[in-house]
């Protein structure tokens, strides 16, 4: 057989050789033997040949290979990236603030507040933690904001005491006047440049950002989605959405537009979660004006009518009807008035002229004749209905005859403060008219169907369900999958997570510091959690001061130890456990030693444990021991 250096070859080409080899019998002279010469040599020359081109074959595969892999590291290093990061609004409702970066430069959409439940005892606000915008403010390029509601604008004032004054404000004419009104309040005077915007107007900021305003329904007017628009892609954020066939306003959706954005093509898509888990459809604000003019005829009295400052459309709707049934109109809420004062400014709201009264000459009108619109909505303790609802209220008093009309629904954490207004309400005979019995109020958040309907238009390549509870973006997350996005192409991030966006894909890559920021007072960010555990112990046990008196001179004990309470026990019942605290505290205190300044930290930390110990042991709970030293000469 036949044998190459390497092995056998193959069976077809070792019988053609053969054959090459093969000659007859009777050729035995020199003309044999050099035929046979000659045919060696060809087979030779053919088995080098069948080498080289196979080992031909394999280089020119491997370098095709190589080729291959090369050119894609080298598009994956060269394809343009940007980033988003949500600073809030995810996981909660409420604290809205998106981060979109590319390359050097930052735009930043919106900047909301999130309110206090109730763990967080004295807390006004939590904002976002703007550390990130802090430590890149020279990056930010512009605040785009899509509408006036607090949980988008509360906390830009706070924001520009972060990143520089001169970063421009965009948004439309009406969210700029409630932005700028939040500048009044013991902020800087120096109000950021602010831009009007409407529909399709487009703005070029930086380098490399371009963003444009598209028209959309919500429960306040002015509402825009925003497209994102740089280098490495586009990314299209809803804002808050419903889709309302029939505004109050007559601004209605721009569904042109959006479907020119989805034919054109989206990298990555923020969509509203807030009412991911309800089915159908949001009904039309419209709704709401026809469900108020039947409340209106039914009632022989007073009506009383609590609703959200920022519902321009659902003030509106208040106002027609209370003029329709001739009602004068007392308003109520420091933040409605300036809403009446803003909105009525710029024609958003109209009212007229001889329709308000105060709210001291509601007494003077026949009950019949009167409206009072007023703040409250969600319990809030110092609110105008919760001050009605507990009989604190200055100049209303509810009596039998009332309606008291609840125009919203409880954000979550609130049910129980809402509960309680409408239980005490109904002790005074007063009726009351709330959503689960009543048409009186609908969302301004697209449910199911709308969610899908935004799905379809844009057809986003990846998508990211925004604002909602994690269970509100699961929920978000099916929804997107029935209109055929790939589980895989869904991002359920969490606030800090950095998404980075490419025209190929979308994907978390990292995370960025996106705590809460809590404001009390004029304090910004000073309260933190051991604080809040001390307000927590004050105001489950209460406190327990100890007062020592020392000498001057000696450093010895000359009076005390005495003994004062707060929320712990009431003094003049316990004067038992009170005068044994004393003794407890006198046996195991040296009243001979010499404590002086530098001693002052044992003899506090000293009586605080045994005083701790003792209250444990007698009462079961923990209040704070407050040790104070005085001295006299």
Same mark, same amino acid.
């Given at each position: 057989?036949?044998?190459?250096?390497?092995?056998?070859?193959?069976?077809?080409?070792?019988?053609?050789?053969?054959?090459?080899?093969?000659?007859?019998?009777?050729?035995?002279?020199?003309?044999?033997?050099?035929?046979?010469?000659?045919?060696?040599?060809?087979?030779?020359?053919?088995?080098?040949?069948?080498?080289?081109?196979?080992?031909?074959?394999?280089?020119?595969?491997?370098?095709?290979?190589?080729?291959?892999?090369?050119?894609?590291?080298?598009?994956?290093?060269?394809?343009?990236?940007?980033?988003?990061?949500?600073?809030?609004?995810?996981?909660?409702?409420?604290?809205?603030?998106?981060?979109?970066?590319?390359?050097?430069?930052?735009?930043?959409?919106?900047?909301?507040?999130?309110?206090?439940?109730?763990?967080?005892?004295?807390?006004?606000?939590?904002?976002?933690?703007?550390?990130?915008?802090?430590?890149?403010?020279?990056?930010?390029?512009?605040?785009?904001?899509?509408?006036?509601?607090?949980?988008?604008?509360?906390?830009?004032?706070?924001?520009?005491?972060?990143?520089?004054?001169?970063?421009?404000?965009?948004?439309?004419?009406?969210?700029?006047?409630?932005?700028?009104?939040?500048?009044?309040?013991?902020?800087?005077?120096?109000?950021?440049?602010?831009?009007?915007?409407?529909?399709?107007?487009?703005?070029? @900021? +930086?380098?490399? %950002?371009? !963003? $444009? #305003?598209? =028209?959309?329904?919500?429960? /306040?007017?002015? &509402?825009?989605?925003?497209?994102?628009?740089?280098?490495?892609?586009?990314?299209?954020?809803?804002?808050?959405?419903?889709?309302?066939?029939?505004?109050?306003?007559?601004?209605?959706?721009?569904?042109?537009?959006?479907?020119?954005?989805?034919?054109?093509?989206?990298?990555?898509?923020?969509?509203?979660?807030?009412?991911?888990?309800?089915?159908?459809?949001?009904?039309?604000?419209?709704? @709401? +004006?026809?469900? %108020?003019? !039947? $409340? #209106?005829? =039914?009632?022989?009295?007073? /009506?009383?009518? &609590?609703?959200?400052?920022?519902?321009?459309?659902?003030?509106?709707?208040?106002?027609?009807?209370?003029?329709?049934?001739?009602?004068?109109?007392?308003?109520?809420?420091?933040?409605?008035?300036?809403?009446?004062?803003?909105?009525?400014?710029?024609?958003?709201?109209?009212?007229?002229?001889?329709?308000?009264?105060?709210?001291?000459?509601?007494?003077?009108?026949?009950?019949?004749?009167? @409206?009072?619109?007023?703040?409250?909505?969600?319990?809030?303790?110092?609110?105008?209905?919760?001050?009605? &609802?507990?009989?604190?209220?200055?100049?209303?008093?509810?009596?039998?005859?009332?309606?008291?009309?609840?125009?919203?629904?409880?954000?979550?954490?609130?049910e129980r403060a809402v509960s309680n207004n409408i239980n005490n309400l109904l002790k005074y005979d007063a009726e009351v008219v709330f959503k689960k019995i009543a048409g009186i109020h609908v969302s301004g958040h697209g449910?199911?169907?709308?969610?899908?309907?935004?799905?379809?238009?844009?057809?986003?390549?990846?998508?990211?369900?925004?604002?909602?509870?994690?269970?509100?973006?699961?929920?978000?997350?099916?929804?997107?999958?029935?209109?055929?996005?790939?589980?895989?192409?869904?991002?359920?991030?969490?606030?800090?997570?950095?998404?980075?966006?490419?025209?190929?894909?979308?994907?978390?890559?990292?995370?960025?510091?996106?705590?809460?920021?809590?404001?009390?007072?004029?304090?910004?960010?000073?309260?933190?959690?051991?604080?809040?555990?001390?307000?927590?112990?004050?105001?489950?046990?209460?406190?327990?001061?100890?007062?020592?008196?020392?000498?001057?001179?000696?450093?010895?004990?000359?009076?005390?130890?005495?003994?004062?309470?707060?929320?712990?026990?009431?003094s003049k019942e316990s004067d038992d456990i009170i005068k044994e605290a004393i003794e407890n505290i006198k046996e195991k205190i040296d009243d001979t030693s010499n404590y002086y300044s530098k001693d002052w930290g044992l003899?506090?930390?000293?009586?605080?444990?045994?005083?701790?110990?003792?209250?444990?042991?007698?009462?079961?709970?923990?209040?704070?021991?407050?040790?104070?030293?005085?001295?006299?000469?």
């Amino acid at each position: 057989m036949l044998r190459t250096e390497k092995g056998s070859i193959s069976q077809e080409k070792r019988k053609r050789l053969e054959r090459k080899f093969k000659l007859e019998s009777s050729n035995t002279g020199v003309d044999g033997i050099k035929e046979k010469i000659k045919a060696i040599k060809e087979g030779i020359k053919e088995l080098k040949t069948e080498k080289v081109k196979k080992a031909t074959g394999k280089v020119a595969k491997e370098v095709a290979t190589n080729i291959v892999v090369e050119t894609k590291e080298a598009k994956a290093q060269k394809e343009e990236k940007m980033y988003v990061i949500p600073l809030g609004g995810m996981e909660e409702v409420g604290k809205n603030s998106t981060v979109v970066q590319y390359r050097d430069e930052i735009i930043i959409i919106d900047s909301g507040v999130i309110f206090p439940d109730e763990n967080l005892l004295g807390i006004d606000l939590v904002i976002p933690d703007f550390s990130f915008l802090e430590n890149n403010k020279d990056k930010i390029k512009g605040l785009f904001v899509t509408h006036g509601h607090e949980d988008h604008i509360g906390s830009i004032p706070y924001l520009y005491q972060k990143i520089d004054k001169s970063v421009p404000m965009f948004g439309g004419k009406l969210t700029l006047a409630l932005a700028k009104s939040k500048f009044e309040n013991g902020f800087t005077k120096d109000i950021p440049k602010m831009k009007e915007v409407k529909g399709r107007t487009k703005i070029k @900021v +930086g380098k490399y %950002f371009t !963003v $444009e #305003f598209i =028209k959309i329904t919500h429960s /306040i007017t002015d &509402a825009y989605s925003l497209l994102v628009t740089t280098p490495a892609g586009t990314v299209f954020h809803t804002g808050d959405f419903k889709i309302d066939l029939t505004p109050v306003d007559g601004e209605g959706v721009d569904f042109a537009r959006l479907s020119q954005i989805g034919e054109q093509g989206v990298d990555l898509m923020l969509s509203d979660s807030t009412n991911s888990e309800v089915e159908g459809f949001t009904p039309s604000e419209r709704s @709401v +004006g026809e469900a %108020f003019k !039947v $409340e #209106f005829s =039914k009632a022989k009295g007073r /009506i009383i009518v &609590a609703a959200f400052a920022s519902h321009v459309h659902r003030l509106q709707q208040i106002v027609n009807v209370a003029q329709e049934y001739g009602r004068k109109i007392a308003i109520d809420g420091r933040s409605l008035v300036k809403v009446f004062e803003i909105a009525g400014s710029l024609g958003y709201l109209k009212v007229p002229n001889d329709m308000m009264v105060p709210l001291s000459e509601v007494d003077t009108l026949k009950d019949n004749k009167v @409206v009072i619109l007023c703040t409250g909505t969600q319990g809030e303790p110092m609110a105008a209905l919760s001050r009605i &609802a507990k009989n604190m209220h200055k100049h209303i008093k509810i009596k039998e005859g009332d309606t008291v009309i609840i125009s919203a629904t409880p954000i979550p954490g609130n049910e129980r403060a809402v509960s309680n207004n409408i239980n005490n309400l109904l002790k005074y005979d007063a009726e009351v008219v709330f959503k689960k019995i009543a048409g009186i109020h609908v969302s301004g958040h697209g449910s199911k169907e709308e969610q899908k309907l935004m799905l379809n238009l844009i057809k986003p390549k990846y998508f990211m369900p925004v604002h909602g509870e994690h269970k509100m973006l699961k929920a978000h997350q099916d929804t997107a999958m029935e209109t055929g996005i790939p589980k895989n192409n869904i991002i359920i991030a969490q606030n800090g997570s950095k998404i980075e966006v490419t025209k190929s894909g979308a994907k978390i890559k990292g995370k960025v510091n996106a705590g809460c920021t809590l404001v009390d007072g004029l304090g910004v960010g000073d309260i933190g959690n051991i604080v809040l555990k001390d307000r927590q112990q004050l105001s489950q046990d209460g406190v327990v001061v100890i007062v020592f008196t020392l000498d001057k001179e000696t450093g010895k004990i000359v009076a005390g130890p005495d003994i004062v309470t707060r929320g712990f026990v009431y003094s003049k019942e316990s004067d038992d456990i009170i005068k044994e605290a004393i003794e407890n505290i006198k046996e195991k205190i040296d009243d001979t030693s010499n404590y002086y300044s530098k001693d002052w930290g044992l003899l506090k930390n000293t009586t605080r444990d045994i005083a701790a110990k003792f209250f444990y042991n007698k009462t079961k709970r923990n209040p704070m021991i407050l040790p104070i030293i005085m001295e006299v000469e």
